[in-house]
């Protein structure tokens, strides 16, 4: 491995495991799932977090899958904050029950990240799959007699935008004081089911204008976040804070990527912690070197004054919709490949023009549905 100067990451986002009782249609997971019998044990996540705080990592993301379905949650998080990491769980809530709350408080847990896949059971059954919207509402109650911070986070799309006011009651009458209102973003099995997730543009400038309205009648009260879907954007976001600057992101068997989606860019390969340390991976593996920086900038981006705050925008979105995971992000109004973004949106306009204006009536679409892994 070569190695050029590279930032200390600040975040490590731990995927404990791909095992899920959910299936979310925009899960952001791979196709392909990491299977259960090659996830790290207990002792190799305990070394990850000695050796991401060493090099400067502040905070654990547990994330999955569903990070609560690994038997030993109570151990990793204890080690991480061994390790002086500060942890935060990111979770459906399954499984989960109060006395096994109070046992991840007790254990160290800092921060509870719920997420909600809408504010009706009906519409978040569709979506996941799974009968789970009831037990996440008793999550909410048992979360105010617990010292954790708590975030809600509601991912949001063309089937459940009319309910957002129903979701900021629920965020209301929690005990969080952070919600996050994330429009679904299209890698995985979301960019499979995407047609079906996609909002009208006239359904993203109403979701706006609440969040806008809500985030000044709540303020001191509750902090609400927003991030719109990319597709509509007029420049890319800097995914991941620019690649391979600012996280790492450790999936279920070990490997380290510079994003959850990094492995759709073929001929890119990955490093495992079992085979070495997270700083000799940092600082010099090939998947972190690969668009770490300006060189591999193509034009416009390469003289774009914006490339130091978006950094050309994702990488993976590149390769998904440009078949070049070094060209401008497709989704940049300024990019060569623009047209096909406004094409999908194109579409999506066309197909709202023949359907029903109340999207809760109309027929439920084909969905892909996550499965879980062997
Ligand atoms: S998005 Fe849904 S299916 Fe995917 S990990 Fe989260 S809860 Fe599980
Ligand atoms: S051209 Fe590149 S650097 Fe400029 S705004 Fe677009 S993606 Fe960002």
Redesign the pocket.
Known sequence: MTSTSANDPLALIAELT?R?????V????PLALTQRTTELSTADWSRVFQEAAALGVLQADF????PLTRPDILDLIRAARAAGLYVNL?T?GMPLDESRLEALTQAGLDHFQL?F?GAREETAQEI?GTKAHAQKLRVLEWLKHHRLAVTLNF?IHRRNLDQLPEMLALAESSSATRVEFAHVQYYG?AFANRDSLLPTREQLMQSVDFFKKSQERLTGKIRIEYVVPDYYAKYPKPCMGGWGRKLMLITPNGDALPCHAARVIPHLSFENVKDHSLQEIWESSEAFQKFRGESWMQDPCKTCDRRTQDFGGCRCQAFLLAADAAATDPVCSLAPQRPKVDAILATVAQASACAPTNISTESKPAWLY?PNPA
Not at 26 to 29: F, L, R
Not at 63 to 66: A, F, N, R, S, V
């Open positions: 791909h899920c009782p959910l299936h979310c925009y899960c952001s997971n994330t999955g899958g569903e990111i459906s997420s896949q996941s991912v099995w996550r």
